[in-house]
């Protein structure tokens, strides 16, 4: 972790740079600068001035500053920079720079009586020296401003510097997030704003802010809404694919019936833009990625605006409840077009917890008074595909009731309904005969407990043949009724009946008589040990 908190008194440290340049006339020590690396031969000349004027600007750091400012500043440091730079102005490779800044904390140890430089002269990495780079131009570009702060042409284009750099260093800070960059970069805020943008210093022009520095939280929130909107974008793009459509065996016969029109209302919504990038940013990512589930940004974008205009998609239908049940195996149908009945792909959990999030967000954002059709997917594959057949039939009964010509065509699907009917209507279905007859339907999604739809009366109906074997009408209501004045008076009666030895009469007159003749029988012994015992007394 790389301190960044170098420059803030970099004022402090370009007075030393220039009084080394044009004032320091005292010995620099015993160090030769002539060589390196233990070698015979000479060093650059430039290796050499950056040697000489290392060890002039440590001793003047280290010596000729006071000590207040001496605890308040981080010159160490600032010279590990300063000779990185140095290093790098003249294209030193990083193996030169590594073993040319250990030399030069080594040679340099003598004078160093704080220990100041122990551990703190090193290579500085590209990005390291890039970031120090730009905090070393935003503090100088800062205290420039202060120094010419009269004069305005040169206020202008220092606080211009400053705002391209802090951008560089915003973008560059989020690119790797660099928390202690990023911090440095924060520090930094309050003495432009403070100390030039607020103390008008420039006092003959207005001089720019410095850009809203985000958090990292609001950065990534801020690139994975532009994402999303980057990727909704292609929408309308001719590769975008439409949710594909798995088989089914019985969907020819079915074309044209209620809920097949109202499903078609529901496949031919518009896929809108605005309303993918609100609500699909979470179901993108497993849309956009290699292999990703076909289709599927597609149908986030209808799912979340058939469910947003639903009454009006539906007008023709009049209950809240049916239009949502509509919507419901709509969605289940499509969910099981695009994972063709397979629960195994790899994201199968994560995309349908995006679906129930953007269920919830719409549902959440509907204005006030607005039906919401709320339901949870939780991925029961064999389950949905039941509930929707079951659904389907009763929507279709009446047309189907009133069929025509060719009505043999639906015979094999009503023995498959039939089957699904007979194993369903236990669990959906509890039916009172008294008082009056009513049936308590506990599946009202998907199921209709009233006799007529019955699906043997609708294959007799349309002449079907073989039938299947199943209970008849009155079999199957007749098992599952229940009479409710029986059923109420049960406990009581229960309550009221006697369960225990003594209820019966013959049973408490034996207890009794068997308790008496039990008391007297130990009376009477009592009675002979009493008359044994005084014969025994007299006797003696």
């Given at each position: 972790?790389?301190?960044?908190?170098?420059?803030?008194?970099?004022?402090?440290?370009?007075?030393?740079?220039?009084?080394?340049?044009?004032?320091?006339?005292?010995?620099?020590?015993t160090i030769k600068c002539d060589k390196f690396n233990n070698s015979d031969d000479e060093v650059e000349p430039s290796i050499k001035r950056i040697c000489v004027n290392f060890r002039k600007l440590l001793i003047t750091l280290a010596y000729n500053l006071t000590n207040v400012v001496k605890t308040n500043i981080k010159y160490h440091e600032y010279l590990n920079y300063w000779l990185n730079r140095e290093l790098r102005n003249l294209d030193k490779d990083s193996t030169f720079r590594k073993e040319y800044c250990k030399h030069m904390e080594e040679t340099n140890s003598k004078i160093d009586a704080e220990g100041a430089l122990k551990n703190k002269i090193y290579d500085l990495n590209d990005d390291e020296y890039e970031n120090m780079n730009i905090l070393h131009k935003l503090y100088d570009y800062y205290y420039k401003i202060l120094s010419k702060k009269d004069e305005k042409n040169n206020c202008s284009e220092y606080a211009k510097e400053c705002i391209n750099q802090y951008e560089l260093g915003m973008k560059k800070s989020f690119e790797t997030k660099n928390f202690e960059f990023y911090n440095a970069l924060k520090k930094f805020r309050p003495l432009y704003k403070n100390y030039i943008y607020y103390s008008n210093l420039c006092k003959k022009e207005i001089l720019l802010t410095l850009p809203i520095l985000k958090t990292f939280k609001e950065k990534s929130k801020e690139e994975f809404l532009q994402k999303t909107a980057n990727s909704c974008a292609m929408l309308n793009n001719h590769n975008e694919n439409e949710p594909p459509q798995r088989n089914q065996i019985y969907d020819s016969i079915l074309t044209g019936l209620t809920a097949q029109e109202q499903y078609k209302i529901l496949n031919n919504c518009n896929a809108e833009i605005p309303l993918?990038?609100?609500?699909?940013?979470?179901?993108?990512?497993?849309?956009?990625?290699?292999?990703?589930?076909?289709?599927?940004?597609?149908?986030?974008?209808?799912?979340?605006?058939?469910?947003?205009?639903?009454?009006?998609k539906l007008k023709n239908v009049n209950s809240a409840e049916d239009r949502c049940s509509y919507f419901t195996y709509w969605t289940y149908d499509k969910i099981l077009d695009m994972f063709d009945n397979k629960t195994n792909s790899a994201h199968f959990h994560s995309i349908l917890n995006g679906l129930n999030e953007v269920l919830y967000q719409v549902n959440n954002s509907l204005p006030e008074g607005a039906k919401s059709c709320l339901f949870y997917l939780d991925g029961n594959f064999e389950k949905w595909e039941e509930e929707k057949y079951l659904h389907?039939?009763?929507?279709?009964?009446?047309?189907?009731?009133?069929?025509?010509?060719?009505?043999?065509?639906?015979?094999?699907y009503l023995n498959y309904i039939a089957d699904l009917y007979s194993k369903n209507i236990n669990k959906c279905c509890t039916c009172f005969i008294r008082p009056t007859y009513n049936c308590i339907n506990k599946c009202p999604t998907y199921f209709k407990c009233e006799q007529t739809y019955f699906p043997n009366y609708l294959m007799s109906k349309l002449k079907c043949e073989n039938i299947k074997a199943n209970e008849t009408s009155d079999e199957v209501f007749t098992n599952r009724i229940i009479d409710l004045d029986v059923a109420r008076r049960s406990p009581l009666e229960s309550g009221n009946s006697c369960k225990h030895l003594l209820c019966d009469p013959f049973n408490a007159f034996a207890s009794i008589s068997f308790a008496f003749l039990g008391i007297f029988s130990t009376l009477f012994v009592f009675y002979k040990v009493q008359i044994i015992l005084q014969y025994f007394v007299i006797s003696c």
């Open positions: 972790m790389h301190n960044y908190d170098v420059f803030k008194d970099l004022d402090v440290y370009q007075i030393a740079e220039d009084y080394i340049k044009t004032k320091f006339n005292y010995a620099y020590g993918c990038s609100k609500y699909c940013g979470s179901i993108i990512p497993f849309s956009d990625k290699e292999n990703g589930l076909n289709g599927l940004k597609k149908f986030c974008a209808k799912f979340a605006n058939n469910l947003i205009n639903l009454s009006d389907d039939y009763f929507k279709n009964y009446d047309k189907i009731s009133k069929c025509v010509d060719n009505c043999d065509t639906y015979c094999e």
